[in-house]
């Protein structure tokens, strides 16, 4: 699809409407055996969180592929959380140490893509921990809230940046920035 | 088809090197097969050509156009769409117009910020502070220069490719192929592949082609190759400590860098069906990390300095996110230069009782 | 309308490719979308009507051609509903917006089969404990369920059909604890005809119960009813007694369990032991017997713990053993007449196939040591329950006398503490269950064999059970007197003048909080009625058979109220005080449950499991091996002469590590296909992707100068 076809999707905006106020949205991703369970257990309890935390269930968190958070973040989420079994709890033994150590490279990528690491956390869960979970999602709303939108996907990805005319004449106001470019 | 019966093909460079072209040149004798076959009608790489001429030629008249370079500028992007209109078959050619390849980690950078380090450098002598405008007034009117886009785009997020060609550049023996193949296509003598289909390249990806003895990986550390002590000329240079992109990326060069002990960088890009390059190597390299404690991992990560630059060398503007935060929403991260830490990487977790 | 043939991939020999779902994908998506009121479950949150209405008209474009809203979708007219439309509008997919899936998702999957369709292109999105039980804003609670609806729709799009696994049952069950819970469960399957393999730590089976001597509230003697289910245990042909032997190492999965049991030495040779005991008797070595004894008795080095001990034979302990530690003495060696005494005897590792496992692995008693307060192991006379039971025990160490530590003495007073370890935010929150029953019992025992005043100091009495409150009548009418308070203080210390008298008693202080008064009553003899607590190696044993516990350390269910025996891993059960503290009959009454489980299965010979699995595409698989150290249950294999690498689906557990590992994208998922992700993080995000553009920018202008504030120049 190119930019053109999502540039279109894009509704209009209504003329003057009122700013409401920005409400961050959280995708959360659990594992069949925990967390999931957890989400569940959150319920029945009644344990009330945000309603801006949307879950998607897998496996496991050694289920997590790196791809599902870039996506998460390129499709409008605001902040992505991992949650999963205790360390040394996995469902699958073992699986959720992979889940940590692609956490961790990810995060180093996200930080140089200039996404602060609160939008991307991880949180572990047994399935009894209901409430828990359940604070969890609320500290994670309220950390990526003061951060406001990340933005992608709420702006069309092309917008042709006029080079500002009439610099050379009137003078850079700021003095030239030296700083290295690039990564 | 032109009246000589040979089919008219085009080539253009957009955000590009120009290496691309050099790559289609370097066929050498072979170039005579293309002649054979094809009229160029456009080739700014080789030959004079104006925009008016192909805006004159009706649409669809080219057969054939290899498009390479990523769109950075509304000239690229115009002419993407002019071309687009005008051929039968559009080919993106080469890493920068599928993926962006390196003009796209511009992405990482604001136009200000580029703008800045190539007209306030400390090579440049430029006390008015000149920077090339848009729009200039000048007696006789006004001028135009194509402005330079927020960032760097690949030519399918601006047109519809129907073909794609990897590679920084494609190997030559690989656009024989694709030429030829295209060519018999055209003269009825082979059916088209399927429409999107990747040309000049393997379905796996580089380990495929590459002889190295391969065994179970455990990587406890990563290091750059004058950080190494010498290498097994036989042996993996991923188990050996070597970032090698090769896993990831798409069979069709032969190997070659890693086979002459280089590691692979990735230049042809993702395997079918892979959402995004980088997140693809990441996570086959962070699960083979050989360590379960934060630290530990840490530690052993620390050994690649640049993630971006090692997992987006080519992709990035192809890939999910296209860029960096700044440049890509034109918002301003609040914390990106805090380095993160463990805490504002993990919920507290007060409470859960372990 | 065809749902297509089922993958053959998943039941195929390993390493074949996934044939690609070309049907399905070429067959235009045909959806419906049901949404459950489930009464006012949901529909009292979320608007219901709207959402049906918003996938009616939104997810129109992805192939939603029918929306509807029910008040109860698993009811048997909201599954007619959903077969009906499969029927009538030619429906290829099913989204129902209800429940969570682990509570019926087997429902509706059982709808679409009936109509025709593959059960798997159904998909239930949980709207109830995701949505309307954890918020109360209306409007935002409709739209997040919008987007899960949404989510759903897109998710299941991507689906194919699939075939459940079937694996084989092994008939042969493992019972891991020999407890009366254990007992119980392997009586029950052996009793079917099954095989059984009893793995117990200790020497003998029994369990806690055989060191009690009554049980409320019928107060039958725990050995008489205990002991010949212990024989018959022993000697039943079906059971396999694997005491003084811990499991040490589990793998394969439900049906197929691969068992390591270690037999720790007995230092003699139990096809020759005879049980006659000479051996104990001529053993020059006396210890005190921390385990049956609770540290009130003794025993030998050689030892029984028990003379009704299952099985028979006595087992040396090498740490308080003369011949260990110098080299001499051997008299058990010398005076066994079969000459069964084995002194160089090794340690033996036994390997078992099992289909089942009960896991009934206990409690430990709460150590009152920790209630510093409470002055447990400072103060001679205040005992633990278990220190209690082992003394009113008439084969116990005093004969079933009830005495003081000098062993002579009989108290006149007698002070119960309740809840020692048990709901206290210190120790343990929860509350033991058997405790209060536990100490009314005592209070009865002591006014059985001596003449003690007896006080019961208490938080609430729990006396729930059958004739447990007519227990707790009989105790107070035997003249118990009930303090209702916790106690501060147990002390030797006499603060009062009018206390001078009691020198050498000790002081139970204690807020009666009936009566408005602190108190300070002067007792011979203190019992703690401690609580139960998870053994100190239950998250070991947890992980070592794939199951998760709770932070203290019990067992967590399948489903605490519909599944409380089955455990999150296929094939593993628990029974007993291993799932939390319980009382004797339900503690049997889970075993047999465990056991009816198991049963089903034996006889069913095979179960389905979900086809949730990784297949390589062996065209794509460049052979890198990244994936090959990735998996925990050796399912990954590669096979050298086509450098390829190939997944065993009948080993796979479904994870998915090696499909998020995969660089060349060459291992796909079925149930958690990447696509079906991807596109469900695109539907759940549908209506939070690109927005408003104007709204977008009018909240990116603060931010911006907010940050610039936060980083400091």
């Not at chain 1, 989400?39 to 897998?58: I, Q, S």
């Not at chain 3, 089922?6 to 690609?20: Q, V």
């Not at chain 3, 990954?636 to 065993?648: K, P, Q, W």
Request: hydrophobic letters at 40%.
């Amino acid at each position: 699809m190119t930019d053109d076809v999502v540039a279109q999707a894009i509704p209009a905006a209504p003329a003057e409407a009122a700013i409401p106020p920005f409400e961050p949205v959280v995708l959360a991703f659990t594992c069949n055996w925990c967390s999931y369970r957890a989400a569940d257990l959150a319920g029945t309890a009644r344990t009330k969180y945000p309603p801006n935390v949307r879950l998607v269930r897998l496996m496991c968190s050694g289920r997590l592929d790196p791809t599902f958070v870039l996506k998460a973040f390129a499709s409008g989420a605001d902040g992505v959380l991992m949650t999963g079994c205790w360390p040394a709890d996995c469902h699958y033994r073992v699986q959720n140490v992979k889940a940590l150590r692609r956490f961790e490279l990810l995060h180093r990528v996200l930080e140089q893509l200039g996404i602060e690491p609160e939008r991307f956390q991880r949180f572990y869960a047994s399935a009894a921990e209901g409430s828990q979970l359940a604070a969890a999602f609320t500290r994670m709303i309220e950390d990526v809230r003061p951060l406001g939108p990340l933005g992608w996907g709420r702006v069309p990805a092309v917008a042709p940046e006029d080079l500002p005319t009439g610099e050379a004449e009137g003078g850079a106001a700021e003095p030239a920035a030296l700083e290295a470019v690039g990564a | 088809m032109s009246a000589n019966g040979k089919h008219r093909f085009a080539m253009y460079w957009a955000a590009a090197c120009g290496g691309c072209d050099i790559s289609v040149i370097n066929l050498h004798e072979a170039i005579l097969d293309l002649a054979d076959h094809f009229d160029i009608v456009f080739w700014p790489a080789i030959m004079d050509a104006k925009y008016a001429d192909v805006e004159a030629m009706p649409d669809g008249w080219i057969d054939l156009t290899l498009f390479s370079g990523g769109i950075r500028n509304t000239e690229n992007a115009e002419v993407a769409r002019l071309l687009r209109r005008k051929s039968a078959t559009l080919v993106a050619f080469g890493s920068c117009a599928n993926e962006g390849c390196i003009p796209g980690l511009a992405n990482l950078t604001t136009t200000t910020d580029l703008l800045d380090t190539v007209y306030e450098g400390p090579t440049m002598d430029n006390p008015d502070h000149v920077r090339p405008a848009s729009s200039t007034m000048v007696p006789e009117g006004e001028l135009h220069l194509p402005a330079m886009n927020r960032l760097l785009q690949t030519l399918d997020q601006v047109v519809e490719v129907d073909y794609r060609v990897p590679g920084c550049p494609p190997e030559t023996e690989r656009i024989a192929e694709v030429l030829g193949l295209l060519g018999a296509a055209l003269d009825g003598k082979a059916t088209l592949p399927v429409h999107g289909s990747v040309l000049g390249a393997g379905q796996s990806t580089v380990c495929d082609e590459c002889r190295r003895d391969r065994g179970i990986k455990r990587i406890a550390q990563f290091g750059r190759l004058h950080e190494l002590p010498p290498l097994d000329p036989s042996l993996c240079l991923l188990e050996q400590s070597v970032p090698c992109n090769g896993p990831a990326t798409r069979s069709g060069c032969g190997a070659k860098c890693p086979l002459a002990g280089a590691s692979c960088i990735g230049c042809y890009g993702p395997a079918d069906g892979v959402v995004d390059f980088g997140a693809r190597l990441l996570s086959a390299f962070a699960s083979v990390v050989d360590a379960s404690e934060p630290d530990e991992i840490d530690r052993i990560l620390d050994g690649l300095p640049d993630p971006v630059g090692q997992f987006y060398r080519f992709s990035l503007a192809g890939s999910l996110l296209r860029g960096s935060r700044e440049v890509r929403t034109g918002a301003t991260s609040a914390t990106a230069s805090a380095p993160a830490t463990a805490t504002a990487r993990t919920l507290a977790t007060a409470g859960a009782g372990r | 309308m065809s749902t297509g043939d089922p993958i053959p991939g998943i039941a195929a020999e390993p390493g074949r490719p996934l044939d690609p779902p070309v049907d399905e994908a070429a067959e235009a998506p045909r959806i419906g979308v049901y949404v459950c009121h489930c009464g006012t479950n949901i529909a009292g949150t979320v608007d219901v009507a709207a959402v049906r209405d918003w996938a009616a008209e939104r997810l129109a474009p992805h192939g939603v051609v029918v929306s509807r809203d029910y008040p109860f979708m698993c009811s048997s007219l909201g599954q007619e509903l959903i077969e009906q439309d499969i029927r009538e509008l030619g429906l290829n997919r099913v989204v129902v917006a209800a429940c969570s899936p682990h509570m019926h998702e087997k429902t509706f999957r059982g709808a679409c089969q009936r109509a025709g369709l593959n059960p798997y292109l159904s998909e239930l999105v949980s709207i109830r404990e995701q949505v309307s039980w954890v918020h109360t804003d209306k409007v935002a609670a409709t739209a997040k369920a919008e987007a899960m609806v949404a989510g759903g729709v897109l998710r299941v799009r991507e689906q194919v059909p699939l075939e459940p696994l079937r694996v084989p049952i092994n008939e042969a069950t493992l019972v891991v604890g020999g407890g009366i819970a254990g007992i119980s469960a392997a009586l029950e399957i052996a009793d079917a005809g099954f095989p059984v393999h009893l793995v117990e730590r200790q020497p003998s089976i029994g369990g806690h119960m055989a060191q009690f001597d009554k049980t409320f509230p019928t107060l039958d003697c725990a050995a008489c009813i205990l002991t010949p289910k212990m024989v018959t245990a022993g000697s039943h042909p079906n059971i396999t007694l694997h005491t003084w032997s811990e499991v040490t190492d589990v793998s394969g999965y439900v049906g197929n369990f691969t068992v390591k049991v270690l037999h720790r030495p007995r230092y003699l040779d139990t096809d020759l032991c005879t049980g006659c005991g000479i051996c104990q008797e001529k053993c020059p070595v006396k210890v005190v017997d921390a385990a049956y004894e609770a540290g009130v008795g003794y025993r030998k080095a050689i030892y029984r713990p028990f003379p009704q001990a299952v099985p028979k034979f006595p087992v040396l302990d090498p740490d308080n053993c003369i011949y260990f530690e110098r080299g001499t003495c051997k008299a058990c060696e010398k005076l066994c007449p079969p000459a069964a005494i084995r002194l160089d005897q090794q340690p033996e590792e036994v390997t078992l196939q099992v289909g089942n496992i009960v896991l009934a692995t206990g409690f430990e008693t709460f150590d009152a040591r920790r209630v510093e307060p409470y002055g447990y192991g400072r103060l001679a006379n205040v005992f633990t329950s278990l220190e209690f039971e082992r003394m009113s025990n008439a084969s116990g160490p005093t004969g079933g006398r009830i005495v003081l530590r000098d062993g002579v003495t009989e108290p006149q007073t007698v002070a119960i503490v309740h809840c020692v370890g048990s709901r206290d935010r210190n120790f343990n929150n929860y509350c033991s269950a058997i405790c209060c029953m536990q100490s009314m019992k005592f209070a009865h025992l002591v006014r059985e064999h001596t003449d003690a005043t007896v006080y019961e100091c208490y938080i609430d009495i729990r006396a729930p059970g059958k004739a447990f409150d007519e227990f707790y009548q009989r105790v107070q009418d035997e003249g118990t007197i009930f303090i209702r308070g916790r106690v501060a203080e147990v002390t030797d210390v006499l603060r009062l003048p009018e206390e001078a008298a009691e020198d050498g008693r000790l002081i139970v202080q204690v807020e009666d909080t009936l009566a408005g008064r602190q108190r300070r009553i002067a007792v011979d003899m203190v019992v703690l009625s401690v609580g139960l607590e998870p053994q100190g190696d239950a998250h070991e044993v947890a992980r070592r058979f794939g199951i998760t516990c709770s932070s203290e350390g019990w067992v967590i269910e399948r489903h605490p109220k519909l599944d409380p025996f089955a455990t999150m891993t296929e094939g593993v059960f628990a029974a007993g005080c291993a799932l939390g503290p319980r009382d004797i009959p339900s503690s049997v009454a889970s075993g047999a449950a465990a056991a009816a489980r198991i049963l089903g299965r034996i006889q069913q010979r095979e179960m389905a499991l979900e086809p949730i699995r990784a297949i390589v595409d062996a065209e794509r698989c460049s052979g890198c091996r990244i994936c090959n150290d990735l998996c925990p249950f050796s399912a990954i294999t590669f096979d050298d002469a086509r450098a390829v690498t190939e997944v065993n689906p009948a080993l796979c557990q479904g994870c998915g590590v090696c499909i998020a590992a995969c660089p060349a994208g060459a291992i796909q998922g079925t149930g958690f296909s990447d696509a079906q992700i991807l596109r469900q993080i695109e539907g759940i995000l549908m209506t939070t992707g690109p927005a408003d553009p104007a709204v977008a920018a009018a909240h990116a202008a603060p931010v911006g100068s907010a940050a610039a504030e936060a980083v400091p120049a």
